[in-house]
């Protein structure tokens, strides 16, 4: 059993040397004049594409702003051109002349007896006071003062105002998709030149015969041989 191990051992190591041998040989065909011709195939690979279905975005999402513009009118409105303020009046003092009777002496009487036609009489003798007319400065009116307010001065103009405020209004728009179906490359093709290789020949092996091994010897090893087909 052991020694037919080693025969079909043997005989597979035989064969892979045999094939790269042959296959060595078969790349060199011999041209004549000592010389060797190696020969390459050029072998192209078209490049393989897949068909895929993905969603695209057609258009981003977008906000945009929509303005309003103000209204505007015109209104009349009461300013003040001057505003009221106050002044203060004085008015002097209003004098005159009147005349003043004083009194410059004073009525007297005296007694005085006097005899008429036999009778003894008593008489009065009366002085009449004596008076003085005088021209006198006197104080019609005292003099005053008083505060006096001026009323402001007013007038109307007319000025712009804005009836209707302008407004600012946000208007956002989703993101548009789309499905899409693509071809997509899944390997370029290419293009190289490789070795020319012939077809292989069809190889005969024989079993060789199993020898017992002589006593007293080294094993034996049969060779194998092989009869290639022409």
């Excluded at 037919?4 to 190591?13: N, V």
């Excluded at 103009?157 to 728009?173: L, S, W």
Aim: glycine fraction near 6%.
């Amino acid at each position: 059993m052991f020694i037919r191990s080693l025969s079909i051992f043997g005989a597979a190591a035989a064969f892979l040397a045999v094939q790269g041998a042959d296959a060595g040989a078969s790349s060199l065909k011999y041209s004549g004049n000592g010389k060797y011709r190696v020969c390459y195939k050029r072998v192209v690979s078209p490049p393989v594409y897949r068909t895929v279905t993905e969603r695209v975005m057609v258009s981003p999402a977008s906000c945009t702003q929509q303005r309003t513009p103000p209204v505007y009118g015109t209104t009349q409105r009461q300013v003040v051109v001057k505003p009221a303020y106050q002044v203060v009046r004085t008015k002097r003092a209003v004098y005159g002349r009147v005349q003043v009777t004083k009194q410059v002496r004073r009525a007297r009487t005296r007694w005085v007896r006097r005899g008429c036609r036999g009778a003894d009489y008593k008489c009065a003798e009366i002085t009449p006071a004596k008076y003085k007319t005088k021209s006198k400065r006197v104080l019609v009116e005292p003099a005053r003062n008083w505060v006096e307010t001026r009323p402001a001065v007013t007038g109307v103009v007319q000025e712009r105002v804005v009836i209707r405020a302008g407004t600012v209004r946000q208007v956002c728009r989703p993101a548009v998709y789309q499905t899409v179906t693509r071809q997509v490359m899944v390997s370029p093709g290419r293009e190289q030149w490789v070795l020319a290789q012939p077809a292989p020949r069809p190889v005969v092996y024989q079993q060789p015969a199993v020898y017992r091994q002589p006593p007293q010897s080294r094993p034996y090893r049969p060779a194998m041989r092989y009869t290639p087909l022409k």
